[in-house]
């Protein structure tokens, strides 16, 4: 079957169709970068990083984006706690975004904007929705105006008639924010600068974007200006996030952009379940909040994390337990028996080149895949990216090479045919690959680089060149080499950056 997704704009499962053949355009709303991530995000960003594994597996040319939050409240209590400022809480735990990824074999984006990076865009998409009449100023503030946009609530379902109902007894009319407001409904898309806070100029004054227009302007810059033409921005495959966000954030996306643009801002909306832990909603009060570095520094294999997220549909909660997490390292035992079958007993068994792994590409495997698993991996996982049907199916073949080890153990030969083994393994490492889950079983943390400095500089002048050649594969290459060294590379608006990992 083709692939089908589950879009959450028109609540029904749909044909996988692209704006432009073959090529899939893909926005992640990422973290807000004020604390370490913690599981939520470590469910959200395996699913995402998965649906873009599997859609490269199946041939498409994928670009995939996520962005940075880096001006909000929170980081700026943050500092004002740490006395220190939003740019350093920001950079840290970036850094430290990138170091908790890394262990979970996250791949890096395509680009990674952020919100302070974005300002001239983001002001200019304010500047066009006042032009049109969907936003107004108001004493250094800009809002939108909610009524203006005749579909407000078609992503969440929700009714302003019905909300307005609801939040009458909730409203503080003394509140300056509200009196500002020409309808309660109405959101900021700009906020005048307050003392000691960052600040940002602007037609209206000096201040700072509201959130939601970031991603509006984040979405319409990495996919459109950046390629020389706004309006290639427009309208991109598929946005992501994690359920909290389709109202309001996603909700308030839509009637930015649409209202600018009188397009779709995207063809699918998808979002990914919450996670509970012991039952419970995850909060610092309840005393349950557990960060990804936390989890790891117990021991918690990384792929047993990728295991237990991908043993749950993406769309639906999970719950977080001891016993859970038990269940998926001992499954993650079953694929490792699997996975290095080839390793084990491809030189005992004449495998042509058992060392070889293989890349999550059909035409680069060398006709070495088993036709009839990958067509039935495929057909589980087009439903809706079914990868608990997917990893079934890996299950089974694991088993299958399992007993045949245990099998030339014990009898020192098998029935079945060599050639065939040799093709069941290659297609379970390939399969698992697409999952994520490495076919080394670890996620090899980068020995410290002895590059220099300047021999990074011009590794990133040299990708540059090539990509503006659109010698995409020889940039892909140099990235590739660099975090092989332990050096991390993050694109935006104002150039490349790096890190050391």
Not at 113 to 122: L, V
Not at 143 to 159: D, I, M, N, P, T
Not at 424 to 452: F, H, N, R
Request: proline residues 4%.
């Amino acid at each position: 079957m083709p692939l089908t997704v589950y879009n959450t704009l028109t609540r029904r499962q749909e044909s996988f169709e692209t704006v432009e053949p073959g090529k899939v355009k893909m926005y992640y709303c990422g973290v807000t970068v004020y604390d370490y991530c913690h599981l939520g995000h470590a469910r959200a960003c395996i699913i995402w990083d998965v649906v873009r594994r599997y859609l490269q597996f199946l041939g498409y040319e994928v670009r995939f984006v996520q962005n940075f939050t880096d001006v909000d409240d929170k980081i700026l209590n943050r500092a004002r706690q740490e006395h220190s400022s939003m740019e350093a809480v920001s950079e840290r735990y970036i850094k430290a975004y990138f170091e908790d990824m890394r262990r979970l074999g996250i791949k890096d984006a395509d680009e990674y904007p952020r919100a302070t990076h974005t300002m001239n865009g983001i002001v200019r998409l304010i500047h066009e929705l006042e032009n049109k009449g969907f936003a107004y100023p108001a004493q250094g503030d800009v809002y939108y105006a909610v009524r203006q946009f005749s579909e407000y609530g078609k992503l969440s379902g929700r009714k302003l008639e019905d909300m307005q109902a609801g939040a009458s007894e909730r409203v503080n009319v003394n509140d300056p924010e509200y009196q500002k407001k020409k309808d309660p409904f109405d959101f900021a898309l700009w906020k005048a600068a307050k003392p000691e806070e960052p600040a940002w100029e602007s037609p209206w004054g000096k201040g700072r974007p509201g959130w939601h227009i970031e991603c509006s302007a984040m979405v319409r810059e990495a996919f459109g200006t950046s390629q020389g033409d706004e309006r290639l921005g427009e309208t991109i495959d598929i946005h992501t996030g994690g359920s909290d966000l389709i109202f309001p954030h996603h909700e308030n996306e839509i009637a930015q952009s649409e209202a600018v643009t009188g397009k779709p801002l995207a063809r699918y909306w998808m979002h990914n379940g919450m996670v509970k832990v012991d039952g419970e909603k995850m909060s610092k009060s309840l005393g349950n909040f557990i960060t990804i570095r936390e989890l790891l520094d117990r021991g918690v294999d990384p792929m047993a994390v990728r295991l237990f997220v991908l043993q749950a549909h993406y769309r639906k909660p999970i719950d977080f337990t001891n016993e859970a997490i038990a269940a998926a390292t001992n499954g993650l035992q079953t694929l490792k028996e699997g996975l290095l079958f080839g390793y084990q007993y491809g030189k005992q068994l004449g495998f042509t080149t058992p060392t070889v792994i293989p890349v999550a590409l059909k035409e680069e495997t060398g006709g070495m895949l088993n036709t009839e698993i990958v067509e039935r991996f495929q057909e589980a996982v087009n439903d809706d990216f079914n990868f608990p049907a997917g990893l079934a199916v890996l299950f089974e073949l694991a088993k299958e090479l399992q007993r045949e080890g245990n099998v030339l153990v014990h009898e020192g030969k098998t029935e079945i045919p060599t050639a065939e083994l040799q093709s069941k393994w290659y297609t379970l490492v390939t399969l698992a690959q697409v999952l994520g889950i490495d076919a080394k079983l670890e996620v090899e943390t980068p020995q410290s680089s002895s590059i220099s400095d300047g021999e990074i500089e011009l590794k990133i002048q040299q990708r540059e060149q090539a990509r503006k050649a659109k010698n995409f594969a020889e940039g892909d290459r140099i990235r590739n080499e660099l975090q092989a060294q332990g050096i991390t590379l993050i694109d935006s608006r104002e150039g490349t950056r790096w890190h050391r990992s």
